[in-house]
Nanobody, 126 residues
Framework: QVQLVESGGGSVQAGGSLRLSCAAS????????MGWFRQAPGKEREGVAA????????YYADSVKGRFAISQDNAKNTLYLQMNSLKPEDTAMYYC???????????????????WGQGTQVTVSS
């Protein structure tokens, strides 16, 4: 079992920055993919960014490329999402997710991930 706890959300004005954290605990030694997803009211949950922990490869949704950066601190079992140049359309609940799979079809699909956190709210005002 793996437990994920997100933190770092909040309210910020457009153009501002936030850094989200996701602390993992439990059987973390064999985690492979770790990702950030978001869900706005009335919309489906969408993939924001992911990292393949085996080699550090990172992946981003087109909407956040150049503004967001995903990273990991293996010593602390923590995943981060640095969000810069935030826009009102980034407003959503942000979730951390992970799995043990080596091969997946699409990092942005929610069904590729087995464990999920409870989420942290990000609100960007114009």
């Amino acid at each position: 079992q793996v437990q994920l706890v997100e933190s770092g959300g909040g309210s910020v004005q457009a153009g501002g920055s936030l850094r989200l954290s996701c602390a993992a605990s439990g059987s973390t030694y064999s985690l492979t993919w770790m990702g950030w997803f978001r869900q706005a009211p009335g919309k489906e949950r969408e993939g924001v960014a992911a990292i393949y922990t085996v080699d550090g490869s990172t992946y981003y949704a087109d909407s956040v490329k150049g503004r967001f950066a995903i990273s990991q601190d293996n010593a602390k079992n923590t995943l981060y999402l640095q969000m810069n140049s935030l826009k009102p359309e980034d407003t959503a609940m942000y979730y951390c997710a992970t799995n043990f799979f080596v091969r997946i079809r699409n990092w942005a699909r929610t069904d590729e991930y087995k464990y999920w956190g409870q989420g942290t709210q990000v609100t960007v005002s114009s």
